[in-house]
C-alpha cells in the first residue's frame, strides 16, 4: 500500500505564495507520475501540474505562476505557488500512478487534500 502525505495549505492574501509538499511513503517499487490536481466548489478535479516520464505538465491557468518540482531520493513533490489569485482557491490534492512493490501493475492514489484559500 501507499500513502501520500500533503502539507502547506492555508489562507494567503492575493499575490501572496504557498508551497504544497507531498510524500509518497510505503511499499514503492515504481513512481510513473507524480503532482497536483484542484477542485473547487462545484467543479471537477482539474490537472495543476505533474511529472511523467514525457516531463512536466502545466494547467494553462497556472503557468508562469506555479512550479513543479520533487525530490525523488525522498518520493516527495513540491508545488510552488506564487502571484495566487482567488480562482486558485480550491482543495490541492496530491497525486501519484505508481507500481507498487511485488505487483505488476501501477494503481492512482491520492493524498487527503489540503485546502488553499485566496483572499483579501
Known amino acids: 500500500q501507499v500513502q501520500l502525505v500533503e502539507s502547506g495549505g492555508g489562507l494567503v492574501q492575493p499575490g501572496g505564495s504557498l508551497r504544497l509538499s507531498c510524500a509518497a511513503s510505503?511499499?514503492?517499487?515504481?513512481?510513473?507520475?507524480m503532482g497536483w490536481y484542484r477542485q473547487a466548489p462545484g467543479n471537477e478535479r482539474e490537472l495543476v501540474a505533474t511529472?511523467?516520464?514525457?516531463?512536466?505538465d502545466y494547467a494553462d491557468s497556472v503557468k508562469g505562476r506555479f512550479t513543479i518540482s520533487r525530490d525523488n531520493a525522498k518520493n516527495t513533490v513540491y508545488l510552488q505557488m506564487n502571484s495566487l489569485k482567488p480562482e486558485d482557491t480550491a482543495v490541492y490534492y496530491c497525486?501519484?500512478?505508481?507500481?507498487?512493490?511485488?505487483?505488476?501493475?501501477?494503481?492512482?492514489?491520492w493524498g487527503q487534500g489540503t485546502q488553499v484559500t485566496v483572499s483579501s
Open positions: 510505503g511499499s514503492i517499487g515504481s513512481i510513473n507520475i
Open positions: 511529472f511523467s516520464p514525457g516531463g512536466t
Open positions: 497525486y501519484c500512478n505508481v507500481r507498487a512493490r511485488g505487483r505488476l501493475h501501477y494503481a492512482d492514489y
